[in-house]
Structure formats: C-alpha cells, structure tokens
Antibody, heavy 123, light 107 residues
C-alpha cells in the first residue's frame, strides 16, 4: 500500500523557517516525481513544487519567489520542503503527493496524497 | 499560467440526481486534465485523469469528458458520500494549476 506521511509543520513567526518532510513507502520511490501542494484554510489547492525521481529536475510556483527549496533523499525514501522567509500567506496545510503511474513526464496528475501537515505563520 | 475556471461554484442537488461539473481552461490543455474529490478534513483523492480515465477504485458513476479547453465531470446518480468539493487540475504546462472548486451540496 502506498503511504505518504508528512511531518514538520507547526507555528512559526513571520520571517522564520521550517523544513517539512514526507516519508514514502509502498512503491519504488526513486522512480517517481514528488510534488508539494498546499491549501490555505478554507481555500482551494495550490501546487508548490515538484522534484523528479533522481532529483535532477525541479520546478516551483512563481509565487514562492525563491524562498522554498525542494529536495529528496532516495536512500531514506523521503522528500523535503525547506521554507524560508515565511509569510502569513504561506499558512496552509501542505500535502506531499506522488506522480501518477501513467505519465512519462514530470508534469502529471497526483495519484496519492499524504494526510497533510499544517503550517501556521503568526507572531 | 493556465487558469482553470470551475462552474458552478455550488451545485445543489438531491441524492439520486445527476451532477454535471464544468472546468474551463484559459488555453488548450489537450486531454491533460484530472479531477479530485475532497471531503472535509481529508486530503484530496484522484477520481479521473487525462480527461476520462477513472483512477483505481473509483466507482463507475463518476465519468469525465472533454478536450482542449472544456471539460466535464459527471456523477450519474449522487450517493450521500458524493456531497463534497471537487477540483480540476491541468498537467499540460508548468505550473500545474487547479480550478477553484465546485461544492456539491444537498438540496
């Protein structure tokens, strides 16, 4: 069974940093691109970033303005999201997601989602 | 970026009725459109990918259609558990984008 378990969320002051982690199991992790998607309270879904299976290809949403960094450790089956210079508008539940099975490119639908980790940005 | 517009924002129907949800793209996305269902307090779940393919385990009452800029998610006969929020998502170009969602509520 595919499982994605996020951790690392919490309360942080504006301007602060957090690192989110997503532990994956149940599939050949290094073969799949992984994305982060966020959802502000009561709002819709916003794609944040994606990293390819070997880590060589990475994309970010323009709204991040270079403040976030995605990475992965295939030896630990884990993907990370380093978030710096956090703002109130970054407050959201952050979901770790897996690329769909049928795509041959990094841009894909997302066929498995973790339960999410909540990031609160407040002084 | 490709903007996805979902309509209506809210759909009020009764159990057993047919639901038709729309997603319109600001430019062609070919057939690279997916639909997700999100229940309160839960992560989204993939329903349909590449316009019309049902994801694993999704009941046959859910179907998708469309290509280019206009797409439809149809729920043939609403079950009580179907009353929730649905999102579309395109994978034609970066950044991946989602629609604003359609809430299906009990009339």
């Amino acid at each position: 069974e595919v499982q994605l378990v996020e951790s690392g969320g919490g309360l942080v002051q504006p301007g602060g940093s957090l690192r989110l982690s997503c532990a994956a199991s149940g599939f050949s992790f290094s073969k799949y691109g992984m994305s982060w998607v966020r959802q502000a309270p009561g709002k819709g879904l916003e794609w944040v970033s994606v990293i390819s299976g070997n880590g060589a290809n990475i994309y970010y949403a323009d709204s991040l303005e270079g403040r976030f960094t995605i990475s992965r450790d295939n030896s630990k089956n884990t993907v990370y999201l380093q978030m710096n210079s956090l703002r109130a508008e970054d407050a959201a539940t952050y979901y770790c997601t897996k690329r769909g099975e049928t795509c041959y490119t990094l841009n894909c639908h997302l066929d498995c989602w973790g339960q999410g980790t909540l990031v609160t940005v407040s002084s | 970026e490709i903007v996805l517009t979902q309509s209506p924002a809210t759909l009020s129907l009764s159990p057993g009725e047919r639901a038709t949800l729309s997603c319109r793209a600001s430019q062609s996305v070919s057939n690279y459109l997916a639909w997700y269902q999100q229940k309160p307090g839960q992560a989204p779940r993939l329903l349909i990918y590449d316009s019309f393919n049902r994801a694993t385990g999704i009941p046959a009452r859910f179907s998708g259609s469309g290509s280019g800029t206009d797409f439809t998610l149809t729920i043939s006969s609403l079950e009580p558990e179907d009353f929730t929020i649905y999102y579309c998502q395109q994978r034609s170009d970066w950044p991946l984008t989602f629609g604003g969602g359609t809430k299906v509520e009990i009339k």
